[in-house]
């Protein structure tokens, strides 16, 4: 698998990280070498096989609709890095 | 013997006995860690807040019935402690204090633990070597100028150097199984769902698992029947079928153990080998049947490994934006460049591998042929093991390919590193329960491992069988060179 760096420029805006430009060249290098080698699965015969997820098999299990006590929001905010008294604080996201 | 020198075990009667004190043992393992500041495996240590809470412990206390109340231990720094940093070993949780505890904490607590710490370990837990701190690389107490393994290298380091009596580490693609095989200790991945994931910090939800370090099987054997069993946080965890301790025997008569063949072949080095087999004559001599048998479909795991890993990670990892917790590039205008600077800046190089790796897997069009791919290849491994212990009641391989790197060998190759978790990943792929124990050492002095593998749910008898093999040696007794004396 080749990776053109048109490539790693998507998958890093995807990612919401822009790596210096002096990172880019080295990254691309090191997913491609990574890739390569994930190649040998192709040789891997997997016709007819259903993916799997999980390996033990879960089941729905319900139970009954009652309130429990979760985290205080004070705490909560406390960990973050600019709150307010009641939210998390951003840039404005909206016009 | 030095208190360090003691398994928890012993320290948990030596405490009950009157022997010394829940404070006395907190000291012992403080001085141990200052006389190893070098080892750097701690991130936060929590000396003062440990004291107090040793104080309060009283004999006939609550959770005093537990063998290991008053134990001084330690928690990889991935796994949420309510009040005490918690980083992942990366600058974008900044000094994060999580406001809760994660279940298999909250259940030491009530058992009556005494954290010493938090854990130095590679960052965000991706790593073979604990070199990808934010904090610093862990060095090994066998030889400071190697590596520890990883990625909770900073928990069988501590143990290793008697600064704590066990760790509780997180595994999700060796990460418990082969720093302890790095630093001449017993580690333990049980079955995927046997403690909650509760409070550990996600890395690939469908393959983490918590899981003990210590000096021995019986240890581990302990430390599970603290921390395992349902919580209703973790809807993957499952009903516990304990306790393990008092079932450990070392009866390993007429246990079937076979030896994948792939596991031994090209790049295991000579005298992994040689002592990996010697552990299985041990095992014979014990009167279990050894025998080779072949598995192709383990040649599949790290590739399979690393793109379920990194696909996870890239969505577990989107929750750090610098808006809910830890740190906040600087100066941004809009919520984009919010996201993108501090992630950008706060991620160290290894992290941001695996998210552009995972998120390619998962973009249109590499989909099917990576993502899906190693799904499939998942469900085959799972076969291949579901057929082992059709015949075998374990499987017996090296945990690493060789024995402990020196700084910085490896982490200029990522491909390498990937390449030399071949024998632990397939482990967490099928949800299996794997355990590490020392079994040797090369001739240069450093820690060799051998890892024994159980069919699901199969936690008991690996443990057993690592309990037998313990009775007969004293590997996992040896400490670093000059014993504490660093």
Redesign the interface.
Known sequence: MKIAQEIVDYVSALSRLSLPEGEKAAMQRELEKILQYMDVLEGLDTAGVEPMSHVIPLENIMREDRVMPSQDRGELLAGAPVPDQEAFLTPKSVE | MEWSAYTALELGTAIKEGALSPAQAVQAGLDAAGRHTHLNSFITLAGTRALERAQQLRPGGAGAESPLYGVPMGVKDNICTKGIKTTCASMIL?D?????DAAAVERLNQAGAVCLGKLNMDEFAMGSTTETSYYGPVRNPWDPGRVPGGSSGGAAAAVAAGEIWYAIGSDTGGSIRQPAAFCGVTGMKPT??AVSRYGLIAYAS?LDQVGPIARSAADCAAVLDVIAGRD?RD??S?EYAGPLLPRLTGEVRGMRIGLPGQCFGDGLNKEVRAAVLAAAEILKSRGARVEEFSMPML??GV??Y??IACAEA?SNL?RF????????AEG??????????T??QG?G?EV??R???G??VL?AGYYD??Y?????????I?SAFDLAFQTYDLLLTPVTPTTAPKLGETLSD??QM??SDVYTVPVN???LPGLSMPCGFDSRGLPIGAQLIGP?LGDLPVLNAAHAFQLETDYHRRMPKGGDAL
């Open positions: 900044g994060f204090a999580p406001p809760y995927y769902g469908s209703r809807s993957t499952l040649d599949y590739p399979a690393y793109i890239s989107a934006d610098g808006v809910k917790y830890g740190w906040r941004c205008q809009d919520l984009t460049e919010l996201y993108t600077k992630r950008t991620f190089p941001k591998r998210i552009l790796l998120t390619f973009s042929a990576y899906k791919k190693a799904l499939q290849a998942k469900a085959l799972k990522p491909l990937y390449l792929l099928a949800g699901l």
